[in-house]
């Protein structure tokens, strides 16, 4: 993760950034992840019908209750290769940024607006 302080990474091309398949989803279920070796959850999250539900784990228990995560649209990379975390298969990355104490922040899209799951960054 980079800081604020740190100079941009080395330059990429569109097309570097475009194979990154980064989509809207909606967090449909979130649970404890207890057996993680440090704070996080378990999430499921629905990217409508081209990619579909997938799982995810995610350090945010800083800033979020589980109970408060169903219903957040965030924004994750899709096309990434699944991870074995513990016991959780974590299908997709979900993106955030971190705050000054290095707690994660999701990139979230608000409930109100007109945007489908699975709807490409462009």
Do not use: C
Request: aromatic fraction near 6%; charge should be negative.
């Amino acid at each position: 993760m980079r800081s604020p302080a740190d100079p941009p990474a080395a330059e990429i091309s569109p097309d570097d950034f475009f194979a990154a398949d980064i989509r809207l989803g909606t967090i449909t279920r979130a649970e404890p992840f207890p057996e993680a070796r440090k704070p996080a959850y378990k999430l499921w999250i629905d990217f409508g019908e081209g990619v579909g539900e997938k799982r995810s784990s995610a350090q945010i228990t800083a800033h979020y209750r589980v109970e408060d995560l169903p219903g957040r649209r965030v924004l994750a990379v899709v096309n990434f290769p699944p991870r074995q975390i513990g016991p959780v298969r974590s299908e997709v990355l979900v993106l955030g940024v971190t705050d000054s104490a290095g707690h994660v922040v999701l990139l979230e899209v608000p409930a109100h607006a007109d945007v489908a799951n699975g709807v490409g960054v462009s």
